[in-house]
């Protein structure tokens, strides 16, 4: 079936096969995006991920209902034979009606702010990029058109909770405590009709059939996906709303719930559980303040949209990148004054890397290099790549300011602030720290990962770039 798309929400460079590509077909033709052929250890992984993923997210929780946020816990429980797998999956609250509405009334409240409210935060706030907005050429050589109102979507959303928290009183703030483990249940269940919707859509109804990419082995495809920009009429892209709404939106909300029922149990809300909102509260603002920016990172740009961002979105991040929130539930923690401004320090200042390496990024990419990084004139390297209709295209690839000291700055400050958050929780638990590990592993797979891209898509010219700047992450280490 031939896909079609709007014009209106889509520019099309030159007009490509209009076919998906599959693994037989070898041009040196835009060689970025995931893999097109897939090998043992990557296959092995897909499997371990797509089998074991739900069932660590299902233990983390778990151990924080059954057993005070010990992840040794439920192990030595069943090792020593003081209870069973059996009596554990028994005690975790199960599907409700109550959690069902709440994740359906909470995912269409989402999609409604995200495709009917157009956004004027763009009007009144200085500096804010909102609307309208093209994002990165695909490999078929389309640009797409987003409508960018994360901003406003978040906004609304926490103005009408606060209303309800101090006014309205239609829920109780502890709401999403209280249902956690059924809204578990809700948010799997999105995420794998999601994934598996979005490899239906690519074989049947793809909305850019040359944005495509099959290997040929189903679990690959299903993981990393088909479809480079899967969309539902003019504007709905998956893409964009599974990594920015369900997720990020609900993350500082979790949060809230967290704190609202630490003061609902204990009496008081303790600096650790503020800063960790705080902190992390900064990331999500950050990244919806940057949404229409972050059309040009390697998710949108590069990932193909699977069960990987799928599920990923819906259960995953709101799961695991909240676990320190949760922890604090149960074993609140009082910093001393000194190690809170410790931490809070830590985390602004991995806050500015990330910021400023990002934006230096941002504003060589919005000038052509026309402009001054740390007060100087940037330098860079020229290079050209390859779309899939074969057309040529030119690029820039800087080597000053921060990106002159690594090739990946940006994830050094990121994870500074992911460390931030986890220390925050004290050391009473390995738990918390899950969270750092996960972000370290993550990154750095990402950067081995990116580069890998680069390199087929630039060829001879992403090895000059690499002798210019040898580091990946810390300068003179790594």
Known sequence: MRATQSSGAVTRQRKGSG?????????????????????????????FLLLCAPLIVFYFVMSCDQFQCALSGPLLSVYSGKTSVGDIW???????GTATGIYAAWVC?????????PDVCHKFLLGYVGGVQDGARTPAGLINKYEVNGLQAWIITHALWFANANYLHWFSPTIIFDHWIPLLWCANVLGYVVATFAMLKAYFFP????????????????????????????????KLFFNGRPGIVAWTLINLSFAAKQRELYGQVTNSMILVNVLQAIYVLDFFWNESWYLKTIDICHDHFGWYLGWGDCVWLPYLYTLQGLYLVYNPVQLSTVNAIGVLLLGLIGYYIFRVTNHQKDLFRRTGGSCRIWGRKPEYIECTYLSTDGT??????????FWGLARHFNYTGDLMGALSYCLACGFGHLLPYFYIIYMSILLIHRCVRDEHRCLSKYGNDWRRYTDAVAHRLIPGVF
């Open 19 to 47: 076919n998906g590509v599959g693994p037989g077909e070898k041009e040196q033709l835009g060689q970025w995006g995931r893999a097109w052929e897939v090998d043992w250890f990557s296959l092995a992984c897909v499997v």
């Open 90 to 96: 028994g005690r975790a609250p199960s599907f409700s």
């Open 207 to 238: 909305t850019t059939a040359s944005d495509c990419k099959f290997t040929g082995n189903f679990f690959y495809d299903y993981m990393m996906g088909i479809e480079f920009n899967p969309r539902i009429g003019k504007w709905f892209d998956f």
């Open 109 to 117: 409240f989402q999609v409604f702010l995200y495709l009917c409210v």
């Open 392 to 401: 040529k295209h030119h690029s820039k690839l800087m080597i000053s300011g």
